[in-house]
């Protein structure tokens, strides 16, 4: 069958690798009818992991079950479903108490388990005519029509994205009436902001400085914020103000969502990377009793680190000035099946339009192609879906 293979730094190519089979009686064979390209695995492409040649990338993988192993009950040939990135048992500690992110049994060597990605265990990824799904009861989203349908860009986004910006609003504890703030204009981004949308908020500013995203995210409804013109929490503090939705000592947002993480970029010079930017500008333009919801990718091991510490994950923040103001914050990968089945029914109702941030679909023959100009940010280019059947 025909995969997305890493070969090393800027370079993918579609090959032939073996079949996906079955391997364990809980394990299914699903066809795949379309896969999203993350930002997550533009980090690979881009030499900023421990990612090795030769793996079969893509964690967003949406598909027709073809094959089912004589364990799996619920999963019948036939059905569509989604697959949410991580991989879970659905039945250790962690799973039972809706943690899936962090299951302790998928993985041999660390806890929680993705398709395709560095250090998230032995599995292939869903950028391929074929994925093995594991654990296939649990990790299986069933979704009602056909391939090709006007759902199956919405669809796809429900195994990382919609979910992933869903998750960045439960963080921020973003509630109706609430004044949010998120730092990144990409796919993960505009969804955190559509989300808090959804939810009820008020005000919802985005910063980034990319012409495209800025436009998308005033599309949505958001306030763009482009912080080539000056530091972003003074404007956004400046626009509530005007606006007169400040208060006295509470002149910022009360929710913050960093959505880009340790690639961020210096407001004050582009050009250079400051991995602890965002959360810089987080505490200080999030009110006391505030929350910050951090969905952005940090890693342990960043070969392309600006510095010793950046190399290794270790990023400085101002934690005193994060305790002082009574700040919470939570962050870690998103526990995608908490979340599936209420947002594919807001899909389904037509409440939800997560495929406004897809810019373009492609053959699977054009992954190469499409990785390059993703990571080049050329305009125009945010969420390109692989479709394995053009």
Known sequence: MKAVVYKGRLEVAVEEVPDARIEEPTDAIVKITSAAICGSDLHMYEGRTAAQPGTVLGHEPLGVVEEVGSAVERVKKGDRVVMPFNISCGTCFNCKRGYTAACLNVNPSAHGGAYG???????????????????????????????????????????????????????????????????????????????????????????????????????????????????????????????????????????????????????????????????EDLIRLVNPTGHIGIVGLYVPEDPGGKNPHAKKGEIQISFGKLWEKGISFGTGQTPVMRYGSRLRDLVTSGRARPSQVVTHRMPLDAAPEAYAKLSRREDGFAKVILDPQM
């Open 117 to 279: 990605y560095v250090g998230m265990g032995p599995f292939r990824g869903g950028q391929a005519e074929h994925l093995r799904v594991p654990f296939a009861d649990t990790n299986c989203l069933s979704l009602p029509g056909e391939p090709g349908d006007i759902f199956e860009t919405d669809f796809v986004l429900l195994a990382d994205v919609f979910p992933t910006g869903w998750f960045a609003a439960d963080l921020a504890a973003v509630e109706p009436g609430m004044s949010v703030a998120v730092f990144g204009a990409g796919p993960v981004g505009l969804l955190s902001a559509y989300s808090a949308s959804l939810r009820g908020a008020d005000e919802i500013y985005v910063v980034d400085y990319v012409p495209d995203r800025l436009a998308r995210a005033e599309a949505m409804g958001a306030t763009a914020i482009d912080f080539m013109r000056g530091d972003p929490v003074e404007q956004i503090v400046a626009l509530r103000r005007a606006r007169g939705t400040a208060a006295a000592k509470m002149d910022g947002v009360m929710s913050g969502i960093e959505a880009v993480g340790f690639q961020a970029v210096d407001w004050s010079d582009p050009s250079h990377e400051a991995p602890n930017r965002i959360i």
